[in-house]
């Protein structure tokens, strides 16, 4: 007969412990900003290249509204022929997409406002740690907020399209990140 020996396992950790929130939150926070990195590129790549408002607005500084009306036209101009948009698709689909980045509009300044304000924190004598930490939790917040509005807008362009014309979009994204990953 044998005898079988069990190989003690570490605990685990419960499943909502603040470690796995914390972890979840940052990644959350992560992809939110990944996206909106993403965006700003693409805005940049439908731009005039690095000059005029898209420098300005890339080092954080106020974006014209009219020119950002201007490069969201332009964005749905390329994604209604990635996707063969119907007219009514384009009469839908514009102002799910205006409306998101006007929403996002001020977390993107508060969230620069809040990277000045660490820098400001950092460079104190002193550190002040429940300041840098109560900054963080707002940062995290502040991701939350966008992370769902941005998710909202993305179902609501879902819904517009197709399955196929879904698809196709997808198929384009996976392209355009495939070797980045």
Known sequence: MTDTVETPQPPTPPA???????FKRAAIA?????LATAVGFKALAFGHGFGGWQRHAFMGEHLDPARMDEQLDRMLKHLYVEVDATDAQKQQLAPIVKAAVRDLMPVRERMRDARMQAVALLSQPRVDRAALEGLRANQLQMAEQASKRLTQALADVADVLTPEQRARLAERVTRWHGSRG
Not at 30 to 34: F, K
């Open 16 to 22: 909502d412990s603040p470690r796995r929130r914390f």
């Open 30 to 34: 992560t992809v939110v900003a990944a």
